[in-house]
């Protein structure tokens, strides 16, 4: 098991003995990811791509390093790799940049029935605008999604297919590769939210050979305001601009302009530059740690979550795919998540309750809301005894 939790500011400024169990929302952050940050704004705090004196030339090789990495640790190449306020922007951009050109009426965008909000809401207003249909694969009761009739799904209506790469509810790691290459056999074109995949697996977009890829900066121990859009150069450098600006074009006259190569076309004005250098920095130290080495350590605190919490009477636990990331998500008994998270949280344990930005996959299972424990590098098995211990107080509490 990893032991980093020293690498955490945030564990010695907690008076009582925290336990952080709500990685999917957005992850902790590391001293050298603070301190990336805050070396810009103290001492080469200027704007990308437009000066020439020291400290610009700084700023710019910083930002542009930091692109790097992150086109390095999916395998991309750096030109293909699009920074973003993070993975709904990414989204977005393609919803309006791609979709709002390429979708008719009629055309099918085929979505999954566990799409976080950010991957439903974006084509529900681009089917609105360009007359194209949503169409949903269905999940089944354990979490996984039904892919027993692909036929009905994938048709040569079918123009975009996004997909969810890892379920923020059940933590299922849905089969991405199969479902990108049923969307090219139809000739769609495919994107994966990968936002909570990226940061606790290896992901490889050669592999995938997805068009479009996206995650965020904050999930994966890096600055809020910071993510990435993957896109395919080729498909990148055939769509439109999304936002107009400075920075994002070559020769503009009152009447036209054109547009900078990929992939500053699609970065208009001042980009998040201290935030991109802690996503830098963040990398970094997921580098030194070795994905593999966090995969694992993922796992096994998820198998043993999974074990103890499954033996608590009264709590249900949601899915139960073979393949999973570490996200539990459950309930107890005659106890209102957010009821039972200010419960926990009396003894210092931080979960989510809610709906998880996913009322759809709510409203399947029958419930209003449900509690999710999630976790990350520096949670450990002392974590998970101490969110069992008080899930049994609470259960006992309740009369269970
Ligand atoms: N896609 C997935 C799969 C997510 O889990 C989230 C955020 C997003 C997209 C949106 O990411 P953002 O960085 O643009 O906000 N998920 C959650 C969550 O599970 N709890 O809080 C945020």
């Known amino acids: 098991m990893l032991d980093v939790k020293k690498d955490f500011p945030i564990f010695n400024e907690q008076a ?7 990685s999917s929302a957005t992850t902790l952050k590391p001293q050298t990811v603070i301190d990336s940050v805050a070396d810009y704004y103290s001492k080469y705090s200027a704007n990308v791509h437009r000066s020439i004196y020291t400290i610009s030339e700084k700023a710019t090789a910083a930002y542009e390093g930091s692109r790097s990495k992150a086109a390095k640790l999916i395998n991309a190449p750096t030109n293909s790799i699009v920074f973003t306020k993070g993975t709904t922007e990414s989204i977005n951009l393609v919803a309006y940049a791609w979709g709002r050109k390429n979708l008719r009426a009629g055309d099918e965008i085929l979505l999954t029935e566990m799409e976080h909000h950010s991957n439903l809401i974006p084509w529900q207003l681009c089917a609105k605008d360009t007359g194209a249909i949503l169409r949903f694969i269905p999940f089944n009761d354990d979490g996984t999604l039904d892919l027993s009739d692909p036929d009905q799904y994938f048709n040569s209506k079918t123009k975009l297919v996004s997909v969810i790469h890892q379920s923020n509810v059940f933590g299922t790691v849905n089969p991405v590769n199969d ?5 090219h056999d139809v000739g769609a074109i495919a994107l994966v939210d ?21 995650f965020s900066g904050h999930k994966m121990l890096g ?18 601009p999304f936002l107009g600006g400075g920075e994002m074009i070559r020769i503009v006259s009152l009447s036209d302009s054109t ?32 994905m593999d080495a966090i995969h694992k350590h993922d796992q096994e605190l998820l198998k043993y979550a999974l074990e103890k919490m499954r033996e608590i009477p009264n709590v249900t636990v949601y899915g139960s795919a073979d393949e999973r990331g570490a996200v539990i998500s459950f309930n107890v008994e005659n106890i209102h998540p957010h009821d039972l998270s200010q419960l926990l949280d009396y003894d210092g344990i931080a979960i989510r309750a809610g709906h998880h930005c ?4 709510m409203k399947k299972l029958g419930v209003s809301a449900t509690g999710r424990a999630s976790f990350y590098v520096y949670n450990s ?6 969110l069992c211990e008080s899930l049994v107080k609470t259960v006992k509490f309740m009369g269970g």
């Open 16 to 22: 009582k003995k925290f336990v952080y169990l709500d």
């Open 179 to 183: 479902i990108v290459k049923k969307a």
């Open 223 to 240: 600055p809020t305001g910071i993510g990435v859009l993957y896109g395919k150069p080729e498909l990148l450098e055939k769509m439109d």
């Open 381 to 386: 098995k002392e974590d998970v005894d101490r």
């Open 259 to 290: 547009w900078n190569d990929i992939p500053w076309k699609f970065e208009a004005g001042t980009p998040n530059i201290a935030q991109a250098i802690g996503l830098g920095a963040a990398i970094d130290y997921i580098n030194e740690i070795g």
């Open 194 to 214: 990968a936002a909570q995949s990226v940061p606790h697996q290896p992901v490889d977009i050669t592999d995938i050979d997805c068009d479009f890829l996206a």
């Open 358 to 361: 996913a009322q759809p996959i």
